[in-house]
């Protein structure tokens, strides 16, 4: 293995908010300018590729890397996360009945964007705003392919955990008539079937 051959490498916080370019010739020695650059603390760095969070442990590996490689550095118990896309919407379209919606989506979107679990946890009206996006009419905030089929995925999840929410709150509902008719004396009404969602 050579040593001593400094290469120029992006790297960038576990956020990606704080990205800096930086030369290294070493594993070592990029771990030893990081503090300086992106402002964490020296100890409990781990340096992953910034695309699919593949580890980078050792100089062998290092040594490896094709120079501008883009480098996450995460610090303590920190996780690798995909970049999902950036909502911005630009304020200066004249269909304004859409534009509302429009903006609406991409917040949501936005919101959704360090942790797609959090949709379970949406209303109603936002999961229906979601189910019915077009991520054709988002093409200004969406750029590329990838972050195309997660606009994909989110419409097609939102759809399915209104539907769910929708049917429980209909058996919620049935059971309310259940025991209203019981407790008015009109005990013969057998409870309503329940079929499994």
């Not at 501008?68 to 995460?74: A, C, G, Q, R």
């Not at 610090?75 to 996360?81: D, L, M, Q, V, Y």
């Not at 949406?122 to 392919?145: F, H, N, Y």
Request: with cysteine; charged share 30%.
């Amino acid at each position: 293995m050579e040593d001593g051959i400094n290469k120029p490498y992006k790297i960038c916080d576990v956020n990606r908010e704080k990205k800096k370019g930086i030369v290294a010739s070493t594993l070592e020695d990029l771990l030893t300018k990081v503090p300086e650059k992106l402002g964490l603390p020296s100890e409990n760095l781990t340096v992953v590729l910034e695309c699919d969070g593949t580890e980078v442990d050792d100089e062998e590996y290092f040594f490896t890397l094709d120079p501008d490689t883009s480098l996450m550095i995460l610090h303590g118990t920190e996780k690798w996360a995909p970049n999902m896309p950036k909502c911005q919407v630009s304020l200066d379209q004249t269909d304004e009945g859409s534009l509302g919606d429009k903006t609406q989506v991409a917040n949501l979107v936005g919101r959704l964007q360090h942790n797609l679990c959090h949709i379970s946890l949406l209303g109603g009206q936002d999961l229906e705003l979601l189910s019915d996006m077009d991520p054709d009419s988002l093409a200004d905030i969406v750029t590329d392919r990838d972050n195309r089929i997660i606009l994909e995925h989110i419409k097609e999840a939102s759809g399915r955990i209104l539907l769910e929410k929708r049917q429980a709150q209909d058996a919620m509902e049935l059971l309310k008539l259940y025991h209203q008719s019981v407790s008015n004396g009109t005990e013969d009404v057998s409870p309503p079937s329940q079929e499994r969602v």
